[in-house]
């Protein structure tokens, strides 16, 4: 089963908004067995949109389309439905009924003409409801291709994508099995790996296709199957990958399971009973504020001091004046202080400290620009890194964020076992 997924709006393509719908929506059919074959972001414009349309009928499956189903002149995915569809608008009584409550009971005002004509759906559609907004989803088919019409809200399409279009598509269509299993190296750049698993991949099954994921500090190795069979094609994959970790063991820290890694370390650090904090400088509070992002942060991650100023290193983490000014602020002497301090601050287990020079200007350290130490304290010991991660300013913090976590990662297993 084939689909593409189609983004409405000018405000996708002039930069104003990144579109996160179509990442959400393939990962989702990816997980039953449907193929996307493409992503699209085209204009408010009717004719584009029929354009398009067009253009994909008979070609994939699924079609599904988000945005345009505002209740504003703009809004014009529906009237566009129903030319494409030879149709017309009629009243859905349900949809009225929930406008309705939602804005006179939640919003305490009167329903306008505009909120009312939200319950407007072509005559011929299959009405999706939707329960937490109130522009609905919408089902058609024409001849051997089904479009979908979603809201562009993100919270509203993912409600309809997990409550009624994958339920849907699994009771109504016969699905392959999808399945990837992603390797995840630290240490070694695309081109050394690719050079050392050659014969490896070389070899494998033409059943399985390999993708190599290059990142900031990491490399993910992604073996995909398709196929049936499940659990032939699970073993397959698990078969190929104990053989990949037999000449690549060394670099090989983990599987990706379609977590981020901080999701990763707050499973491990809760796992373990164990708490960690930040003291950051030229990352400014990012890693806190990764690590915070995720639900359920308190139960591990205690806090964050961003001490972006020199005093504030001295004052708030008791880093020594005389080691600021042996070695600099950009240094590993530092870095061990600053971890240290925020551990004993914040009364933690692991404590992570960055100090560097992100640029874009070289300042007052001799360091240089892109040069940046990581220290992680540990109930044992304090472990430290230097890196120079180049240019320019935003990736050195990105890497800089990256690769503490893990420090921290690497750091947790280990101690796991011990």
């Known amino acids: 089963m084939t689909a593409t997924i189609v983004t409405i709006g000018d405000e996708i393509l002039i930069g104003q908004i990144i579109d996160t719908n179509s990442g959400f929506i393939a990962k989702s059919l990816d997980k039953i067995g449907v193929e996307i074959q493409e992503m699209l972001s085209i204009s408010d414009n009717k004719k584009h949109i029929l354009d398009t349309f067009a253009k994909l009928q008979n070609q994939v499956d699924l079609v599904l389309i988000t945005g345009g189903l505002g209740p504003t002149k703009d809004d014009i995915t529906k009237h566009t439905f129903c030319e494409y569809f030879d149709d017309y608008l009629v009243v859905n009584q349900e949809v ?80 392959p099995y999808i399945i990837h299993k992603t ?59 104990i053989s990949l970790t037999k000449i690549i063991g060394d670099i090989i820290v983990g599987f990706d399971e379609g977590e981020t890694i901080e999701v990763v370390l707050g499973r491990l650090l809760t796992l373990q009973g164990k708490t960690v904090s930040t003291a950051e400088s030229c990352t400014g509070g990012k890693i806190a504020e990764v690590f915070t992002a995720v639900a ?33 602020v950009v240094s590993a002497q530092v870095a061990k202080e600053m971890a240290l301090g925020i551990q004993k601050l914040m009364k933690t287990d692991y404590a992570i400290a960055t100090t560097g020079n992100a ?60």
């Open 183 to 241: 390797i995840i190296t630290y240490g070694q750049g695309e081109s050394l790996v690719a050079e050392r698993i050659e014969d490896w991949e070389n070899n494998l099954p033409s059943s399985l296709k390999l993708a190599y994921l290059p990142s900031y500090g990491k490399l993910r190795l992604r073996i995909s199957a398709r196929g049936t069979d499940k659990e032939a094609l699970e073993n397959t994959i698990q078969e190929n990958v």
């Open 96 to 175: 009225l009924a929930h406008v309705t409550e939602l804005i006179e009971k939640y919003f305490k005002r009167p329903i306008s003409q505009l909120n009312k004509d939200q319950a407007l759906v072509p005559s011929k559609c299959e009405v999706l409801f939707n329960v937490v907004g109130t522009a609905p989803g919408m089902w058609m088919k024409k001849e051997n291709t089904v479009y979908i019409s979603l809201p562009g809200v993100p919270t509203e399409m993912k409600y309809l994508i997990e409550n009624e279009i994958i339920p849907k598509i699994v009771r109504e269509y016969k699905r």
């Open 296 to 328: 359920g942060a308190s139960n591990y991650f205690r806090g964050s001091v961003v001490s972006y100023a020199t005093d504030t290193k001295v004052s708030i983490l008791g880093v020594s004046q005389e080691t600021i000014n042996q070695f600099s």
């Open 359 to 418: 640029g874009p200007t070289k300042g007052e350290t001799p360091a240089e620009i892109g040069t940046v130490f990581i220290a992680l304290a540990t109930p044992k010991e304090v472990i430290i890194e230097e890196f120079n991660f180049g240019q320019p300013r935003e990736k050195v913090i990105d890497r800089t964020v990256v690769k503490a976590f893990e420090i921290l990662q690497k750091e947790i297993l280990k101690n796991a076992f011990n």
